[in-house]
């Protein structure tokens, strides 16, 4: 049986063993009169004996496929003729690819070295042997632990508590799936900008103002020697963020105050989703919209006043951007200000204060931790935003703080540096996790502030 019918199986025989367990309980109790003399109801002698039959077979069937290739692999290395074990990393995986395909396909029809051919009939066999085996161990497994499991079954056996303690070893481990995922992306990018800056100093990188991260492919190659400065990446990181901020937070937080405090219901039920649909447009139309509609109209609006605005600026970025994050700050915020208890908006009514005085006064100051953590969001999507950053501010890594200029952003060098076919031993392409650590660390510090002033005013307020 391959993967899938095991998996299969593995549910039947779990279904299976959860009806014997559960029929085995009341059996025990004397039937369905005697359940009270039971530890634990019959369903939970059910799901232990299910859970006995099932994930101990499903630990084997994953070990199993993890390592099944790799044995085979180095079985079939080792029967190779020893002409072939003077072959080079890359040459002998070429080999084992060649032998993979001839295995695949029918070997009777296909001419190569007779040693080949072998190899690829060797290959079948093992293979058929191992899928053969893991079937019959796997059956043996989950039949026998349910056997077991089913023969466990008595009045005393604490049958919930064991199956609450497996739940909770489940949720720990999705739990922990973040933890592990988030240390592994960050020991990667650390170790890789280690690598970085072996070649550039770490210095010229964190205060560098020029950034032309091209290398000389070759000795003596003119305009290759490379500049990694990251002042203008984070400087137009900066300027497009904080362009769309000045936009997003105000339009968004007035927003959410009318939907909640304003708004007839009637109004609430049409503007709210109208503005979420914002939310689901695709980055890349954001994009088109901005260097095909904005990013025209502010050049031409501009040199009727006598400015320059280029093709592709900051400006045109930081608005299509702003009006994009709009959503995040308003349904955030109004789920945070619909949230404060109407107590206190009865209290500072009682007390004389005006609609508009109890919102500045009382639920302002209640739902700052969550309006701060919203417009928390919008910053980290301003500053992960990399296609209408490309499509509408270009490319150049120029040092201004000129809105109407063209820069970019670390996210699109980023992609840059990482687009094709790269050697991941250059400085080059190994700038870009360098670019990736300085950006988690900014945005750590920036989560921090916003903790400490979340922090500040929670204890005002509570």
């Not at 039937?31 to 859970?51: D, M, W």
């Not at 190779?80 to 396909?105: D, F, R």
């Not at 950034?211 to 003119?222: D, H, K, L, N, V």
Request: hydrophobic share 55%; charged share 10%; proline share 4%.
């Amino acid at each position: 049986m391959n993967t899938s019918m095991l998996l299969i199986l593995a549910l039947l025989l779990m279904a299976m063993a959860f009806t014997l367990g559960r029929k085995r309980s009341i059996a025990v109790a004397g039937g369905s009169q005697g359940i009270r003399n039971l530890n634990s109801l019959p369903g939970y002698y059910g799901t232990l004996s299910a859970l006995w039959c099932g994930i101990p077979s499903i630990l084997i069937l994953v070990v199993w496929v993890l390592f099944d290739d790799y044995i085979i692999q180095q079985v079939i290395i080792q029967e190779l003729p020893s002409s072939t074990q003077a072959l080079s990393e890359s040459e002998l995986g070429l080999l084992l690819n060649t032998v993979s395909n001839m295995a695949i396909n029918d070997t009777s029809t296909l001419s190569a070295e007779p040693y080949i051919i072998a190899a690829a009939e060797r290959l079948n066999g093992l293979q058929h042997i191992s899928q053969m085996a893991l079937t019959v161990v796997f059956i043996c497994v989950a039949m026998g632990l349910s056997l077991f499991s089913w023969m466990r079954v008595s009045p005393d056996l604490k049958a919930r508590v064991k199956v609450e303690n497996v739940f909770k070893i489940a949720l720990l481990m999705c739990a922990s799936i973040a933890v592990f995922t988030t240390a592994g992306i960050v020991f990667s990018v650390i170790f890789e900008s280690i690598k970085f800056f072996q070649s550039v100093p770490f210095f010229d990188f964190i205060f560098g103002l020029q950034w032309s991260p091209q290398m000389a492919i070759r000795e003596g190659q003119i305009g290759g020697s490379g500049a990694f400065g990251s002042v203008p990446l984070f400087a137009g990181t900066m300027l497009i963020s904080a362009i769309a901020m000045i936009i997003a937070v105000p339009a968004g937080l007035m927003a959410a105050i009318y939907l909640s405090e304003y708004a007839s219901p009637k109004v609430r039920t049409f503007v709210k989703p109208a503005l979420e649909v914002l939310a689901g447009v695709p980055t890349v139309v954001y994009g088109f919209f901005a260097a095909l509609t904005v990013a025209p109209y502010l050049r031409e609006t501009g040199s009727m006043f006598g400015l320059s605005v280029s093709s592709e600026s900051a400006l045109a970025a930081g608005l299509v951007m702003g009006v994009m994050i709009i959503p995040f700050v308003s349904s955030l915020s109004d789920d945070v200000i619909n949230a404060v208890p109407q107590s206190l908006r009865d209290g500072s009514f009682g007390l004389g204060a005006t609609h508009s005085e109890t919102i500045k006064q009382v639920i302002i100051p209640a739902a700052l931790p969550g309006i701060v953590g919203g417009i928390l969001l919008a910053v980290s999507r301003a500053i992960g935003e990399t296609m209408i950053v490309v499509m509408a501010a270009g490319l150049a890594a120029n040092l201004t703080a000129n809105p109407m200029e063209s820069v970019t952003t670390v996210t699109v060098q980023i992609v840059t540096l990482l687009v094709g076919d790269q050697e991941f031993n250059s400085p080059k392409t190994l700038s870009a996790f360098a670019l990736g650590l300085m950006l988690f660390v900014i945005t750590l510090i920036l989560n921090s502030v916003a903790l400490m002033v979340v922090k500040k005013y929670r204890e005002q307020y509570e």
